[in-house]
């Protein structure tokens, strides 16, 4: 007798001798194809973000390492030496220019200081014998405190230099064998850092004041013929980018150097970083012509999918691509970072025939023997690397000549090249770069057009019409000269200055330099841009990535539909089997209790 509910579909036994479970089971199997497609599809499509994913996170560490050498001064470093560091030490960013300096100190800077001659035999001793009033002048600016009788030296002393309105100076007590002395000192050194006490009215002891008026350093450099000053001991804006320190009278030979070494090694730091994004790219879009068979991108291959690698069996070895062989998106991020690599940076230009003023010396890689590897079965194939193999004959030799030459003789030009920060400049005589409104006016390159009238009327006055980048340039008339100012397009912010005044049309070239490193972070900053759900924007492959992401949940929909119609499916089935196995229990009944009648008819 078979053992089952009905109500609950649920077969324990074998009411009619046939397992109906089992042909369902494997009937579900069957039903459930569509959805095992399913989720391969979503396999495919969840491998390809994860790709996409590697090949960002490359992107942002290389961007991460393009930040901490995208200047001068993170870019390049410089030996400064002083022939007597005892009279002067030299110190220099990557800005300065390499040479050798003189200079022969004559006066050091000082700052202000009244000491007073009176001595007290202890900190605690009283300054004043009734109330009244200590006022001082620094660098202009009188300061004027009420002092109660009785105030001692060490109080006195605190109430200077705690008041919040102090102007400068500061307060101190000076041991003196058994005695203590008061002595007050400017901050600031040079001569413009006055210090005026206003004379006691009787009520202080403080008697006999010692002045040391406050100095400028003095001066001079490289033989030039007007002596120089600083406020400070510390002196910059001198030279560019170097800063000198003064300790004591007389003559110094300064000399700065640039580190090569810390050249060449930077300049390998943005190759390495461009070349982890592509060798990502490449390991994640190769393809292997010598695996049998197919790879599908998914590591575990189910046997639907063997079965369709099988399909022909007399194919030869077949190609195996990787997950993103063949992805537009990923073709498309390689094509644009090689056309970056080849091309010149922003507001660099090329030198047009012998005119050596009319562009930059270097202005793309290739003029400095850094070219892509083109050999396929070269292990740094589509790398950029200094003085790759080539099949030309003498062509590595030509490029390692060709970067080695830029390192000696054309440094200056080569730190431009990879470490310009937006730094203007103009190809004209007739005018010049004054300024650009930094993040705001794009680095490149603009053409400069303008006119010049006279009024008859007014002729000393010149007027003039000028265009910058085709648009329509303003007058800044706070700014001293004929400045304009660019207020339209990617030159917003464009300021340059007028020189030549004469009647006529004038025209010219004015840049906004950034240098090959800057060029590519900000390539890989914007391509690693988040995906914004409000305007819909971000970098490529984030925005292929969210492609992705709703593809997969439109899949799980649809695998979710798919489980509900097979569960309903599944459920129509047990019910339509346990009717049938209902029927064949009777009529196996009715067919016990036949034979038992025809047997008894036998009898």
Not at 40 to 50: G, I, S, V
Not at 173 to 186: D, E
Not at 370 to 394: F, M, N, Q, R
Not at 512 to 518: A, D, E, L, V, Y
Request: charged share 20%.
């Amino acid at each position: 007798m078979a053992s089952y509910i009905a109500g609950s579909i649920n077969f324990q036994g074998l009411g009619s001798g046939t397992d109906f479970s089992s042909i369902i089971s494997q009937l579900k199997k069957i039903e459930s194809i569509p959805i095992q497609r399913m989720e391969l599809w979503k396999a495919d499509w969840q491998a390809r973000a994860e790709a996409f994913e590697t090949v960002l996170q490359s992107m942002r560490d290389a961007r991460s390492a393009l930040s901490l050498i995208n200047s001068r001064d993170k870019f390049v470093a410089k030996f400064a030496t002083s022939s007597r560091p005892d009279i002067a030490s030299i110190s220099a960013t990557g800005k300065a220019l390499d040479g050798a300096h003189s200079i022969e100190v004559t006066q050091l800077a000082n700052n202000a200081i009244w000491s007073c001659g009176t001595e007290f035999e202890k900190k605690t001793a009283s300054i004043a014998t009734q109330n009244t009033e200590f006022a001082y002048t620094y660098k202009g600016q009188t300061r004027t405190l009420q002092i109660a009788g009785n105030t001692s030296l060490e109080s006195f002393v605190n109430i200077i230099n705690n008041d919040p309105q102090n102007k400068g100076i500061r307060a101190s007590i000076v041991q003196s064998g058994s005695t203590y002395r008061l002595q007050i000192q400017g901050k600031d050194s040079g001569a413009d850092a006055t210090l005026d006490i206003t004379p006691s009215d009787g009520s202080f002891t403080f008697d006999g004041w010692m002045v040391q008026d406050p100095k400028n350093a003095k001066f001079m450099l490289d033989n030039w013929p007007d002596e120089l000053e600083s406020t400070s001991n510390n002196i910059s804006g001198v030279l560019d980018g170097v800063a000198i320190t003064v300790f004591d009278l007389g003559k110094a030979q300064l000399s700065v150097a640039t580190d090569t070494q810390s050249v060449q090694q930077n300049i390998q730091t943005f190759l390495d970083a461009v070349n982890s994004v592509r060798m990502s790219i490449r390991e994640l879009s190769k393809v292997d012509g010598s695996t049998s068979g197919y790879n599908f991108s998914v590591a575990e291959k189910t046997n639907v999918r063997l079965a369709e690698a099988k399909k022909d069996d007399n194919s030869a070895t077949k190609q195996a691509g990787s997950v993103l062989t063949g992805n537009y998106g990923v073709q498309l991020l390689n094509s644009r970072m090689k056309d970056l690599a080849a091309g010149m940076p922003p507001g660099f230009q090329k030198i047009l025939g012998n005119d050596f003023f009319s562009g930059d010396l270097i202005s793309s890689l290739s003029q400095i023997g850094i070219k892509t590897v083109s050999d396929k079965d070269d292990p740094h194939y589509g790398l950029l690397v200094v003085a790759p193999p080539s099949t030309a004959s003498g062509m590595q030799d030509m490029d390692q000549k060709a970067f080695d030459e830029a390192l000696t003789n054309k440094l200056d030009a080569l730190l431009d090249f990879f470490a310009c920060d937006d730094e203007g400049s103009s190809t004209s005589a007739d005018f010049r770069y004054a300024s650009h409104v930094k993040g705001g006016t794009k680095a490149g390159t603009y053409a400069v057009n303008y006119t010049v009238s006279y009024d008859p009327a007014a002729p000393d006055v010149p007027a003039i019409d000028v265009y910058i980048d085709g648009h329509k340039a303003a007058r800044d008339s706070n700014m001293e000269g004929y400045w304009f100012t660019s207020a339209n397009g990617p030159s917003a912010g464009l300021a340059i200055q007028i020189d030549n005044l004469n009647v006529g049309e004038h025209s010219g070239k004015v840049s906004i330099k950034q240098g090959k490193i800057r060029e590519m972070e900000d390539f890989f900053t914007a391509e690693t841009r988040s995906y914004d759900n409000y305007t819909h924007t971000g970098g490529a492959l984030e925005v292929l990535k969210r492609n992705y992401a709703n593809i997969m949940e439109n899949i799980d929909k649809k695998i979710e539909r798919e489980q509900t119609r097979i569960a309903q499916w599944e459920q129509r089935q047990k019910l339509a089997y346990s009717r049938l196995d209902t029927l064949l229990a009777k009529y196996n009944l009715n067919q016990q209790r036949l034979e038992k009648e025809l047997a008894k008819l036998n009898q």
